[in-house]
């Protein structure tokens, strides 16, 4: 009994002293611990222990300290912070705005309502019930519709939320009061919240350089070329980084589709290949004539092509990417064996194994990685595919996901059997519309030509059409 009571402290010491901060930070200034304290210690332990660390302590969250050391912090000095405000203009309703606001957008929605319930109860065993209802209503609202935001205008609904709460919370009061109204707890109510909005989205680039946890606004402005390193890989390997945004497209749309974070999918559809900056020409995408790997043992060869993983985990820490688009760049291959190389030596007569053509790892640690993985694959298969039909590219798309399934390289990643077909009918779709718009807008852009070419006497469009027509004969045969 005494051993499991010592494991557990040991094992939870940092939670224990957390919560016993933020409630100490609560009561401020009035710090002595009496029974009320030990009272709510105790309730507040048992809800953060039950409800709130679960959260956290589930991939990919668990992967990274950063996401613990996030949320103690949020914790701790959310506490403080309120209880600042609540004594300098009043126990209002959106004191934990800050705090669940950022959890929500920068961890998950399910954390933020249960911290907004840990924040709501601990506050009312110390302070009384009163501004209960309210507090926790607001707190769990500015929760859910923080979630996920992709636009910084949709913040203003959080707010305006908040203020509605705020606002018929008063109105209750007054009535309890025989309608006393006062001015300055309604001018509170209105501006506070617009005003933690503020606040809350002025920190947030602040906490992402940081903790590298990004939440989708931020990730958002990293994929795009204003960004130094896809810069450059577009530069330096534009082969790559036309391999990587279709990557990006296709993972966004089939995270979208399985419910899974699509920023996050797109984000790192970009950078997964990023380690390719450094030596660009010896990878199939950026080759044109010579290829260098003629020349190369294939074992020499896997290690230099292996590389780019390494080299982008560097490159990626070196510029603080977000923690997760940093474990996509392993997770990426996996375990795969590189099997080109690998037939390549046994084509030689090499006596050699499977293994010593395999990537490091890990394999894809949750759903986003996954999905990187299958795309990755995907698109570099379906580059090769010649004369593409919806049935060839949906066979194609088919095998290649059953056959990583099948390596068992998504043991890991959270995918399920119905996620993979979603994603398999994804892919194909996305591919057929590719081929499709490749093949067929051509014949759009003639016929508007020779339309426009009939229609008038301008003799330059009359002859544009022809020679249009030839180039698509042209293409068709080639
Ligand atoms: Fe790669
Ligand atoms: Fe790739």
Redesign the pocket.
Known sequence: MGKTILNLLKKNWQDLLVVFLSILFLKFPNFSANSSFFGTYFVSVSIWLIFVKPKISIKPYSLHKAYFYLLFSLTIAGSLFARIVERQFGNHASLFFIPVFLASLLVSKDLAIDLATFFSISHALLHGFETFPATFLSSVVVAITSAGIKKRLELAKTAMYVVLISLVYLLIAYYTRNFYFNLKEFLIALVFPVVYSIVGIGLLPYIEYISMIYSNLGMMELGNLNNPLLKSLSLRAPGTYY?STI?ANLAEAAAERIGANAILARTAGYF??IGKIKRPYFYTENISEVNPHDELSPKLSHLIIQDHVKSGLELARKHRLPLLVQDVIPQHHGTRVQKFFYHKARAMGEEISENEFRYPGPKPQFKEAGIIMLA?AVEAAARSIKNPTPGRIQTLVEEIVSGIYNERELDESGLTLEDLEAIAEEFTRILVNMFKSRVEYPKEEIKKVISLANGSSDKQNAQKAPDEKNKESNSKSS
Do not use: N, P, Q, T
């Open positions: 391999h990557v997964h290949d990755d």
